[in-house]
């Protein structure tokens, strides 16, 4: 079989490699759909030390069941279609036992570190981590179901938005697809922020009543101005680092709530007299359960989202090699690349 193998930091190529026999609780997925995030753009770059080579990325992916493995109870046949749960969680410490599988003490992230993804066209996963699509939802629809989760997550931990007005800093997929799932909660009023044009404009498409390019020194005046003179009831952080943090903050007015859902720069300055003045509450959120994967699979289904507006290419495996140069020099020419199979 054919695998995108990252062998450094800006070294990527298709190798030949065996193709895998699933062990005991396991099935053999034949890939047929895996999005390109932005982590493994960052982690083609060599910035995150989250990829060790050599190693297959890949955490976003759906497709079907070409092999079972011994030992499984839940009812798979090959030919299933499927998407991946991509966080391998325990079950047995206590944060497993807790229902909090994305904190679990033991787990591995398929994709990340040196655990091996599915930018290939076969992976052997652990069927616990199976999710039947349902027949509405392709194979790139499928592919979605993660990047989504982290965002309907994080906009779940935003709490009751009927009638409030959200400020989204951030329009790249993270921010977008929160976008999707706050258009569905009864918001009275969205506004998206972002330095890019390519991206603003899609959030219009998508829905945003309001987008904002933030000016220096005049992010309070441009939101005052989108909201009808008023500040925001409920602000999401989809980038991670300390612009996007200030704005989602400045944004908010007194005991207004901030989820950060954002995951980029390690350490960031903040103003902690506007938290604290403010009595402002900031909620951070980490990828999402097993069981909010299907949550999030089940919500897709039965909203009828449209996100053929996220979808920037379709790519091969073999031209996925140049299209994470592509990907690294603009972030204005894509939003979401796929590799289908």
Not at 63 to 89: H, K, M, N, W, Y
Not at 151 to 176: E, F, H, N, P, Q
Not at 226 to 251: F, K
Not at 256 to 282: H, Y
């Amino acid at each position: 079989m054919k695998a995108l193998v990252y062998e450094g930091p800006k070294r990527q190529r298709i190798l030949e490699r065996e193709r895998p026999q699933p062990g005991q609780g396991e099935v053999l997925v034949r890939i047929r759909a895996c999005g390109i995030c932005g982590s493994d753009v960052h982690g083609y770059l060599g910035l995150t030390g989250r990829r060790l080579a050599p190693m297959v990325m890949g955490h976003e992916f759906a497709g079907e069941i070409a092999q079972l493995g011994p030992g499984l109870t839940r009812g798979f046949s090959v030919g299933d279609r499927v998407t991946v749960q991509p966080l391998d969680f325990c079950g047995h410490c206590v944060n497993c036992e807790n229902g909090d599988t994305n904190a679990c003490e033991n787990r591995r992230y398929f994709g990340v570190l040196d655990c091996d993804g599915a930018f290939q066209e076969y992976l052997c996963v652990p069927e616990k981590l199976l999710f039947c699509l349902p027949e509405n939802l392709s194979f790139i629809e499928g592919s979605f179901i993660e990047p989504l989760a982290v965002s309907y997550c994080g906009v779940k931990k935003a709490g009751d938005l009927r009638g409030k007005t959200v400020l989204i800093a951030g329009g790249g997929t993270i921010g977008l697809l929160a976008l999707c799932v706050v258009k569905t909660q009864g918001a009275k009023r969205i506004i998206v922020s972002d330095l890019s044009d390519f991206r603003l404009s899609i959030a219009k498409k998508l829905g945003a009543d309001e987008v904002i390019k933030p000016e220096s020194g005049r992010f309070r005046e441009q939101l005052l101005a989108a909201n009808g003179g008023e500040l925001a009831d409920v602000s999401i952080e989809a980038v991670g680092i300390a612009p996007t943090v200030a704005q989602a903050l400045e944004a908010l007015k007194s005991r207004g709530k901030c989820v950060w859902i954002g995951n980029s720069a390690r350490m960031i300055e903040m103003n902690m007299q506007t938290v604290v003045t403010r009595a402002l509450s900031i909620y951070g959120t980490y990828t999402f359960t097993h069981r909010e994967f299907g949550e999030t699979l089940d919500f897709l289904a039965k909203s009828g989202l449209d996100l053929k507006a996220l979808i920037s290419r379709e790519v091969s495996l073999e031209e996925a090699v140049d299209v994470f140069d592509e990907l690294a020099a603009s972030v204005d020419r894509y939003l979401k690349v796929v590799v289908t199979f």
